[in-house]
């Protein structure tokens, strides 16, 4: 029979569990794109989205946040640095991050205000 711990706050565990379902949309929609881009699984595509997420030390849903985001031609809902923006769209790509010249800071201000993923 399970036990129940006692120190787990009911309401911060249900505050919680709604950011999760809030945050869920944006990471299926970059999933999706991942998938169509990339050929690939549904599991490929999150593990796609995990590793650019530990590689560039950003939470997976900033992630996916910037990826839905220059897919759409909107700003994210993340404040990510334009670094951080160039590194996540290199890796999507499937590229090596920091090459020079693969998507310059001009693309960056693109992809955050009307430009796009590919």
């Not at 869920?24 to 999706?32: S, Y």
């Not at 031609?73 to 334009?82: A, N, Y």
């Amino acid at each position: 029979m399970p036990t129940y711990d006692k120190s787990i706050d009911p309401a911060r565990e249900v505050e919680q569990l709604r950011e999760a379902l809030d945050r869920q949309p944006v990471i299926e929609q970059a999933k999706g794109m991942l998938m169509l881009l990339r050929a690939c699984s549904a599991d490929e595509a999150f593990t796609v989205l995990r590793t650019v997420s530990q590689r560039v030390n950003v939470k997976v849903f900033d992630i996916a946040a910037v990826i839905v985001a220059a897919a759409s031609g909107q700003h994210p809902p993340c404040s990510p640095d334009p670094r951080t923006v160039a590194d996540v769209l290199q890796y999507v790509r499937g590229l090596k991050p920091g090459s020079p010249g693969v998507v310059s800071d001009g693309e960056v201000a693109d992809h955050l205000g009307d430009g796009g993923l590919v």
